[in-house]
């Protein structure tokens, strides 16, 4: 009995797909963008590949080498958010599908090749429902016997001229062979494999199973297996559900908030009726609005439990109001003619039912609370605290409606521009505990027990940070790491202003954050690392 196929679909460097997808970007297909994780390159685009940067690269050190390179932070919710938008495109060209990852995902190749007429052609019907949900997206789809096999042949086989491709039945061993260890992505393994003088998966192919796991271990028996040609995975496809997305357009544009609210009742329910029926809830919503003119208003609201009608009716009006009453002048006449609901990231409903004896309800009490005061003085009238990008204390904390989200994507200029999230000279993390606002003044000295000079020009100090004293207290230090120059609105010289970080670890290990502000300031403590 010949195995089962299997086919795998797989769209390269999704991550950085998915940013350049997410509606609070603007970013050029051909700017280079790389997304970062615990202050190193995660995923890099082509574009940031041609220029230097590789994954694993210290973000600073890709930043030097790629002055223009936008970094974003990791968003496991932005990748599975957008995939999953994807699926509910695919659903009529694939009914169940097994997700490995976002960007990844396999079926069986049996029914598709008999329905569509061959596995070429099934992977064709794949590509173009791909494209036809998202455009500019270079993707590639290979069969093989195994579920290993298939995923490598996506990478080594495939092509962007030629990106249907198959392995020949009972040939993924010899498929596999050649190909460098590299493919088993287990990086101590490879090595260890590598200072035995292997160099392709035939090598390791070629050793005992028993031998294998008693040197390795369990792990590494697996990927033997898989080099073998023989996968013991197995895939548990599911069904696709069907896009949740709902949206209501009138006839007339509408202005006032209470004719909106009534309107938009029945798609509201509509909208959480096909919620119930894929058994998910939606606890954070994307509500866009477009007026008459065609501008469009886009808000990410969150719930601690999960929205209802009303919550959500008030979330439109609440919107709707805040638009109004920010340019009323643009809107004497007309008003809102389109109103689209977007779950992101919806949760399993079980997850969220209420206890078996009335309990977990505190949130919702809450919940409900705040949306009455809301509703009485506004929604800006309650605010929660977020975090920005920037490169002083104060400019990173501040205060947004509560119930809205800020993906932290980007922060807006004083001028009203974008920037990306991360950038050059921004506080690495991992962040002070303590803040101190204002900043306290501190006196350093050097070795020679003089106090410590900074030259701007050169960026160098007068010695080494010996001692520090602030508030009476005298503190050792016995080391340092600095000076860091933080210029900022260097193209606007009336409100360019430049300052230079040290950080100190004084004799008892705790770290400090100082600064000192040029031309002709002063040490001052900035944080500490508690």
């Known amino acids: ?142 069969t093989a016997d195994t579920l290993f096999a298939a995923t490598v042949a996506t990478r080594y086989a495939a092509t962007d001229s030629a990106p249907v491709c198959a392995v020949d039945p009972g040939g993924d061993a010899d498929f596999l062979g050649p190909l460098p260890l590299s493919v088993l992505d287990s990086p101590r393994l490879v090595s260890t494999l590598t200072q035995l003088g292997f160099t392709q998966l035939a090598d390791f192919a070629a050793l005992d199973p028993l031998h294998v796991q008693e040197r390795f271990g369990l792990e590494a028996a697996l990927l033997h297996s898989c080099a073998r040609g023989v996968d013991p995975r197995t895939t548990s496809p599911s069904d696709i559900p069907a896009s949740t997305d709902r949206r209501w357009r009138g006839d007339t544009p509408l202005a006032r908030s209470d004719a909106l609210s009534f309107a938009l009742r029945s798609t509201v329910e509509d909208f959480l009726r096909g919620l119930v029926a894929s058994h998910v809830v939606c606890t954070n919503v994307s509500i866009t609005l477009v007026d008459d003119r065609g501008a469009t208003h886009s808000q990410v609201w969150s719930h601690p439990r999960f929205f209802d009608a009303a919550d ?108 990306p999230e991360a950038f050059v000279a921004e506080l690495p993390k991992p962040l002070p505990a303590t803040v101190f606002q204002p900043p306290q003044p501190v006196a350093l000295h050097n070795q020679w027990g003089d106090p410590l000079s900074l030259d701007a020009e050169s960026s160098t100090l007068g ?46 290990g705790v770290g400090w954050l100082v600064s000192q502000e040029q031309p002709g300031g002063h040490w001052q403590i900035e944080a500490r690392y508690d």
């Not at 805040?322 to 809102?336: F, K, M, N, T, V």
């Not at 104060?394 to 980007?410: K, L, N, P, V």
Request: negative net charge.
């Open 1 to 142: 009995m010949s195995p089962a196929r299997v086919t795998v679909l797989y769209v390269p460097d999704w991550p950085i797909v998915a940013a350049r997808a997410d509606e609070s970007w603007q970013l050029d297909d051909n700017h280079p963008v790389a997304i970062s994780a615990h202050g190193v390159i995660a995923h890099c685009s082509p574009e940031a590949r041609a220029q230097g940067v590789f994954v694993g690269q210290r973000v600073r050190d890709a930043q030097v080498g790629c002055p223009q390179l936008a970094v974003l932070a990791s968003q496991p919710e932005r990748e599975w958010r957008l995939w999953n938008q994807v699926l509910s495109g695919l659903h009529d060209t694939v009914a169940q599908v097994f997700v490995i990852e976002p960007g990844v995902i396999a079926m069986k190749s049996s029914g598709l090749a008999r329905y569509y007429g061959s596995e070429q052609r099934a992977g064709t019907q794949l590509l173009r429902g791909l494209e036809a949900e998202t455009s500019r997206v270079s993707a590639r789809v290979a």
């Open 312 to 419: 959500l009716v008030n979330r439109v009006r609440w919107q709707w109001e805040s638009i109004a009453r920010e340019s009323p002048e643009e809107y004497q006449e007309g008003g809102i003619q389109e109103v689209t609901f977007q779950a992101r990231s919806p949760e399993r409903l079980f997850g969220h039912e209420p206890g078996l004896w009335g309990g977990g309800d505190t949130d919702a009490r809450v919940e409900h609370a705040i949306a009455q005061v809301q509703s009485r003085l506004g929604h800006q009238s309650v605010g929660h605290a977020v975090l920005h990008p920037g490169h002083s204390f104060e400019e990173r904390e501040q205060i947004i409606a509560w119930g809205t989200t800020d993906s932290g994507d980007y922060y807006t200029t004083e001028s009203g521009q974008e920037r």
């Open 463 to 508: 010695g080494l940070p010996s001692q520090m004293l602030s508030g009476g207290n005298m503190r050792q230090v016995v080391a340092w790491a600095g000076p860091w120059p933080v210029l900022e609105r260097w193209w606007d010289p009336a409100h360019s202003r430049c300052r230079y970080r040290l950080q100190l670890l004084d004799q008892q």
